[in-house]
T-cell receptor, first 112, second 117 residues
Framework: GQSLEQPSEVTAVEGAIVQINCTYQTSGFYGLSWYQQHDGGAPTFLSYNALDGLEETGRFSSFLSRSDSYGYLLLQELQMKDSASYFCAVSAESGGSYIPTFGRGTSLIVHP | DGGITQSPKYLFRKEGQNVTLSCEQNLNHDAMYWYRQDPGQGLRLIYYSQIVNDFQKGDIAEGYSVSREKKESFPLTVTSAQKNPTAFYLC????????????????FGEGSRLTVL
């Protein structure tokens, strides 16, 4: 099976930079994704890493090290609207199917 | 607009009743998934379907059933055998890689919140 570990909560101030780490154990690893979810809402896709290195999308960047089974999401120039839960998800291949498995989520609280 | 529609948004059920949650998509995606989310928890996979007329159990399938008779529809039935059904249920679909989608990119509906009275 798969397992993922990420911090339960992170706090930061507006304008700062915050990093949310994710470590995973899985077989058939295909890639690591990140999702954002505001209270009561649906998760929305942020980024995906299949290869080692950094992927940048605006204020958000995501990093993956396959050899360390580790990734992180980097949020820059934090805004109040970034307060939300962030989930890492491992996509593993099983019998031709791609099955995303989610971590328990990190609650990000941004203070003025 | 293309997307995933879940209904109802809120549902109340008495103990011992079966309920069916609807999930419809017009994204032309083959793969569809049902997840359950409890407060402060991640998403746990209930069932998934890679193609019409085929579906597989996820990590917590006991007490649930699904069907996939049409590409657009993947309804979830919460049966009376599910001992703790109060939760937020999320349906998702995934674009195939050949269409430019990432294997890990899921498109979610707005969810259905089920409460057992």
């Amino acid at each position: 099976g798969q397992s993922l570990e990420q911090p339960s909560e992170v706090t930061a101030v507006e304008g700062a930079i915050v990093q949310i780490n994710c470590t995973y154990q899985t077989s058939g690893f295909y890639g690591l994704s990140w999702y954002q979810q505001h209270d009561g809402g649906a998760p929305t896709f942020l980024s995906y890493n299949a290869l080692d290195g950094l992927e940048e999308t605006g204020r958000f960047s995501s990093f993956l090290s396959r050899s360390d089974s580790y990734g992180y999401l980097l949020l820059q120039e934090l805004q109040m609207k970034d307060s939300a839960s962030y989930f890492c998800a491992v996509s593993a291949e099983s019998g031709g199917s791609y099955i995303p498995t989610f971590g328990r989520g990190t609650s990000l609280i941004v203070h003025p | 607009d293309g997307g995933i529609t879940q209904s109802p948004k809120y549902l109340f059920r008495k103990e011992g009743q079966n309920v069916t949650l609807s999930c419809e998509q017009n994204l032309n995606h083959d793969a569809m998934y049902w997840y359950r989310q409890d407060p402060g928890q991640g998403l746990r996979l209930i069932y998934y379907s890679q193609i019409v007329n085929d579906f597989q159990k996820g990590d917590i399938a006991e007490g649930y059933s699904v069907s996939r008779e049409k590409k657009e529809s993947f309804p979830l039935t919460v049966t009376s055998a599910q001992k703790n059904p109060t939760a937020f249920y999320l349906c998702a679909s995934r674009s195939p890689a050949h269409a430019g989608g990432f294997p890990g990119e899921l498109f979610f509906g707005e969810g259905s919140r089920l409460t057992v009275l």
